[in-house]
């Protein structure tokens, strides 16, 4: 954090990598994929970024937010001496960005294992007007009613629940990068 103005520069490489490219594009459009290849060369405030793109600096503070807060980019906060006010230098920081994507997609992964597992696993009672379904336990215990609208339950066939779910896990695998 306390670097001189200019200890960006190391961040040379290019913002093309197709997933780096989806995770900005996801967070913040186009104009955040302009603003991330902006600081990609340099560090730039939020008045650098909107003159040079050319949009209204509200904008730019609320895309360098979403990125912010998904780890794509980070600041640097320098007192100005005469006005006494702080000036952010925004800078892009690529891999913490994939390693924090990374980290996301794990968690999600981890939670569709379990229901995977969960529906795998049990027997699901539903009733007629799609209310939640419920375990087996829980069903007997209402005398197999549906407790919202007393409808009566019957046996719910899951298999394309688990269908989705796989699919789903599947192509949370495939987007895992690097691991
Ligand atoms: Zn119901």
Redesign the pocket.
């Given at each position: 954090m306390g670097k001189k103005r200019g200890g960006a520069k190391a961040q040379q490489k290019p913002l093309e990598d197709p997933v780096l490219r989806g995770i900005i594009m996801g967070i913040g459009g186009e104009r955040g994929y302009e603003i991330a290849k902006l600081l990609a060369k340099e560090e730039l405030t939020d008045d650098e970024l909107a003159k040079k793109i050319e949009i209204r600096v509200n904008l730019v503070r609320r895309i360098l937010y979403d990125l912010y807060e998904n780890r794509v980019v980070s600041y640097r906060r320098v007192r100005d001496e005469h006005s006494g006010w702080y000036i952010y230098y925004w800078r892009i920081d690529p891999e913490r960005a994939v390693g924090y994507f990374n980290e996301n997609k794990r968690l999600l992964l981890q939670k569709l294992e379990k229901r995977l597992e969960v529906e795998r696993s049990a027997m699901f009672f539903g009733?007629q007007?799609g209310?939640p379904k419920l375990p087996f336990e829980l069903a007997a215990e209402n005398d197999f009613k549906?407790p919202?609208?007393n409808?009566k339950l019957e046996p719910y066939d899951n298999s394309n629940v688990i269908k989705a779910l796989e699919r789903q896990i599947e192509s949370l695998r495939q987007q895992l990068v690097g691991s």
């Open positions: 009733c007007e209310c549906c919202r609208c409808g």
